[in-house]
């Protein structure tokens, strides 16, 4: 599975925007990217994926790159509840162990 | 609407006990079952996973084990807990037959091995 590049931390003033970048400039061509968050001490929720088009549900969209090297997680209003770690994980489609590689993440807070 | 349950939320228990932790899924049949440990300021590591009842596949060599005696139940188990075992569990489940779909956690137990 491709590895992925995130910010360490961001700040985001609540009910603005906050757009979270990652890298996978080494995603194959079969390769989804996934969101995830995890808040303190709760287990990690899903928000989104996708393949290569852009992708919106009732959380936040996915902004994928024409070449599929990067994305942008979208929380169109920040919330205070949305303060949480962002991870961004790319995984092949027809993996076996269905494993999810949790790097890192980007640690957000959102700020009143 | 699928929910998924992990029970206890939290757990201390003594170098050398045993452990059990239990983890159903409601509104869905035969989901892929996963077993995570995420160590403290770490990402999560997969333990176990199932695709069926009985059916377990390791991931990585430990004191742990892992049984799916029905469906929707899936239990991780030791017979003498280390001081390593230390962390925080998951519990997911996944959509079968469509390995793109994602996994959905439950809120976790965390385990302290004093």
């Known amino acids: 599975d491709a590895k992925t590049t995130q910010p360490p931390s961001m700040d985001c003033a609540e009910g603005r925007a906050a757009n979270l970048p990652c890298n996978h400039s080494?995603?194959?061509?079969?390769?989804?990217v996934y969101w995830y968050r995890q808040i303190h001490s709760q287990g990690p929720q899903y928000i989104i994926h996708?393949?290569?088009n852009n992708e919106t549900n009732e959380m936040a969209s996915l902004i994928i790159t024409e070449d599929r090297k990067s994305s942008t997680l979208i929380l169109p209003h920040a919330t205070l509840r949305d303060t949480a770690v962002y991870y961004c994980?790319?995984?092949?489609?027809?993996?076996?162990?269905?494993?999810?590689?949790f790097g890192q993440g980007t640690t957000l807070q959102v700020k009143p | 609407s699928q929910t998924i349950h992990q029970w206890p939320a939290t757990l201390v228990q003594p170098v050398g006990s045993p452990l059990s932790l239990e983890c159903t899924v409601e509104g869905t049949s035969n989901p892929n079952l996963y077993w995570y440990r995420q160590a403290a300021g770490r990402g999560l590591q997969l333990l176990f996973y199932?695709?069926?009842?009985?059916?377990i596949s390791s991931e990585v060599p430990q004191n742990l084990s892992a049984s799916r005696p029905q469906d929707r139940q899936f239990i991780l188990s030791s017979k003498k807990l280390l001081l390593s075992d230390s962390g925080f569990y998951l519990c997911?489940?996944?959509?079968?037959?469509?390995?793109?779909?994602?996994?959905?956690f439950g809120d976790g137990t965390r385990l302290s091995i004093l």
């Open positions: 996708g393949l290569k």
């Open positions: 994980i790319v995984r092949l489609f027809t993996s076996n162990t269905g494993k999810l590689i």
């Open positions: 080494t995603i194959s061509g079969n390769e989804y």
């Open positions: 199932s695709v069926g009842i009985g059916q």
């Open positions: 997911a489940w996944s959509v079968s037959g469509a390995s793109n779909q994602p996994q959905h």
